[in-house]
């Protein structure tokens, strides 16, 4: 470099940001502009990054299968244990807006990928401190945006690159990538019983020959407390964590079952007011008694005569979905009741039973009945269960009963069991493997290196400070492995070097292992999109210079009420007001009414009509909406009629 010139100005508290000329020797001899930020745009630039690195670093211990675990407790004592980065940062409280960026960048790749939620935090926070060091450099953040932007398309070349093509109808490679992603879960230890349940629950209810995505809403994940996560299990059929009715003897086993699903209530009606029927002749009462049995008895026939013998009521919040009455009857008609089915269960009901739901009685026939080989309520230690099995046309849902010895096991196990599907559906979006261990960031970061060595200017920094950030997930597999971190990622470097692109870190053995011969794998779209939106998301910091805090709304001043008129300058319509009565108030919505020589305190809420507010004295009407047009209308009308 040479003649390094600063521009100086005569007061230096308003001096424009100044450029610095330098010449950069071999690189084509052009000069070019370093750029130096004015403070205020430091110190925004600088808190945003440090505060969002805060919560990259919060997380950064959980990656990995030796990571650690947080626990997290929430405003209403709840209490988690987890190592899923989603889960900890959409529980954590996060104040500064930077920060929130990246638990929304956690939520996004939760979307897209299913896992990968640590990383793709790490990556982001590693690529901020990287920021750092570039505008101090006097580096200018959009040439760093940009040039960012160039280095995570070049890193997703690469991954395509060294990706393997997959079959799915390969179900051990299936099963190696839900157990790379269980074995950094807490039910690590379960991996091998949850991994083919994942696998086959996916693989149930696609085609694997034409399916692009998976709808994992079809696959219904159930939790029951008692017994251990070894007795979590795969159905074809449906499970309720309630019991069937036992209020009047009725069947807890049913073969052949034919399953209506009701909407209506089987109890007496109501009326949609609030109504109260005294009743004072025994007469009446016994004659009211009778039409609420037969009214009931006529539904409960209804339900008979259509071939019925199981029926799943839904949950009401009006009033009683059935009574003792109703209850009796399906028991006499040795018909299965399970009730209080909620409402965002009906849509999988029905496609998993191929039955209908109806609405009214009258609508209830035989063609909106669903079928299934039995149903049978079964004991667990923490209550009872209802289970339907030998559904007719199995593989548009499935159902995995995920069990656990308490709370917080379940809750993480059902956590795991979400995230191996997510891989599955991860790989059969996008059909390729990589290996695992930190061998694709490493790779990365080699080739990033080599290519940045083929540019010129400022782009050869920001490329190699890309690739430099993204050794911090190999560094931190190896760091909370306990391994002596700085010798590892050399060596796994070296390995690389030679051409081993499958090289990782074996946390299990502590040292360099053949990831692919360790069978340890992960999809494709995992790593592609965690470069994506970390890329993304950094750039969006990057390019934010100032924070400027929102005017509060408002809500609209309401004018002053005009004083009212006296006797001797009221027109003859004010001249002698009357008080609202009671009816009136009712009538028209009445509050309050300033009046001429009405005192203050009781006024109104609603524009009137000219005739109605001559009967009441009006001067000043309120309008309880704040709304400006009624305001308008409401003022007008007794100021054009009354003078005031």
């Given at each position: 470099r040479v003649s390094v010139k600063r521009l100086t100005h005569s007061n230096p508290q308003t001096s424009p940001a100044f450029l610095r000329f330098t010449w950069m020797e071999g690189r084509g001899g052009k000069p070019s502009e370093t750029y130096k930020e004015k403070e205020k745009e430091k110190d925004v630039r600088h808190a945003n990054i440090i505060?969002?690195?805060?919560?990259a670093d919060a997380v950064r211990t959980s990656l990995g299968p030796r990571g650690m675990d947080k626990?997290?407790?929430?405003?209403?004592?709840?209490?988690?244990i987890t190592n899923d980065g989603a889960t900890i940062l959409k529980q954590m409280e996060v104040l500064h807006p930077a920060a929130k960026m990246l638990v929304e960048l956690s939520k996004s790749q939760d979307i897209e990928a299913g896992d990968g939620t640590t990383s793709v935090v790490v990556i982001a926070g590693s690529l901020l401190n990287q920021c750092i060091s570039l505008l101090a450099k006097g580096i200018h953040p959009t040439t760093i945006a940009d040039t960012f932007q160039k280095a995570a398309d070049k890193a997703e070349q690469i991954l395509e690159s060294i990706a393997v093509k997959l079959d799915l109808g390969d179900r051990d490679a299936l099963l190696r990538s839900a157990s790379t992603s269980l074995s950094s879960k807490v039910v690590s230890q379960h991996a091998a019983q949850l991994a083919p349940m994942a696998v086959d629950a996916v693989l149930r209810v696609i085609d694997p020959a034409t399916a692009t995505s998976v709808d994992l809403r079809d696959i219904r994940i159930v939790k029951k407390l008692g017994g251990t996560v070894d007795d979590t299990e795969l159905i074809d059929g449906l499970v309720f964590t309630q019991k069937a009715s036992h209020a009047a003897g009725g069947?807890?086993?049913?073969?052949?079952a034919?399953?209506?699903l009701i909407q209506f209530c089987l109890s007496a009606p109501k009326t949609d007011m609030e109504n109260n029927v005294i009743v004072s002749d025994y007469a009446a009462m016994d004659r009211i008694l009778k039409e609420e049995r037969d009214y009931i008895l006529k539904m409960c026939k209804k339900i008979q005569k259509a071939g019925c013998n199981v029926l799943l009521i839904q949950k009401s919040i009006l009033r009683d979905a059935v009574n003792d009455y109703s209850l009796h009857f399906l028991a006499k008609m040795k018909i299965m009741v399970v009730k209080d089915i909620e409402r965002d269960e009906i849509e999988f009901i029905c496609k998993t039973l191929g039955c209908l739901p109806i609405a009214s009685a009258e609508s209830f026939a035989a063609e909106?009945?669903?079928?299934?080989?039995?149903?049978?309520?079964?004991?667990?230690?923490?209550?009872k269960l209802v289970k339907i099995t030998g559904v007719p046309n199995p593989g548009k849902t499935v159902t995995i009963l995920c069990r656990g010895s308490n709370k917080l096991?379940?809750?993480?196990?059902?956590?795991?069991?979400?995230?191996?599907?997510?891989?599955?559906?991860?790989?059969?979006?996008?059909?390729?493997?990589?290996?695992?261990?930190?061998?694709?960031?490493?790779e990365m970061a080699l080739q990033l290196a080599r290519y940045a060595?083929?540019?010129?200017?400022?782009?050869?920094?920001?490329?190699?400070?890309f690739a430099d950030a993204l050794d911090i997930v190999p560094y931190t597999l190896a760091e909370n492995a306990g391994l002596n971190a700085i010798s590892v990622v050399t060596e796994l470097r070296n390995r690389h070097a030679q051409g081993d692109t499958a090289a990782g870190i074996n946390v299990r053995k502590g040292g360099i292992s053949n990831m692919i011969e360790e069978q340890v794998l992960q999809p494709l779209l995992v790593s592609l999109s965690a470069v994506k939106l970390a890329t993304e998301c950094v750039r969006m910091i990057l390019k934010i210079d100032d924070i400027v805090q929102a005017a509060l709304i408002k809500p609209p001043q309401q004018p002053c009420p005009a004083p009212a008129p006296t006797a001797a300058t009221a027109p003859p319509c004010c001249a002698s007001p009357v008080m609202p009565s009671m009816a009136e108030r009712t009538r028209y919505g009445l509050e309050m009414v300033v009046a001429a020589g009405v005192e203050a305190g009781r006024c109104m809420i609603a524009p009137l009509r000219r005739p109605v507010m001559r009967r009441l004295g009006a001067s000043v009407i309120i309008s309880r909406r704040h709304d400006a047009f009624c305001l308008q209308n409401a003022i007008a009308t007794p100021t054009q009629d009354c003078g005031s």
């Open positions: 505060s969002a690195k805060a919560v626990m997290v407790s929430t405003a209403s004592g709840e209490v988690i069947p807890t086993r049913v073969n052949n034919k399953i209506g909106k009945l669903g079928k299934a080989d039995l149903v049978e309520e079964m004991s667990t230690s923490d209550g096991v379940i809750d993480e196990a059902e956590r795991s069991i979400h995230d191996a599907l997510c891989v599955i559906r991860c790989l059969v979006k996008k059909r390729y493997l990589l290996a695992g261990g930190g061998a694709p960031e490493i060595n083929t540019l010129a200017g400022m782009e050869t920094y920001c490329v190699r400070a």
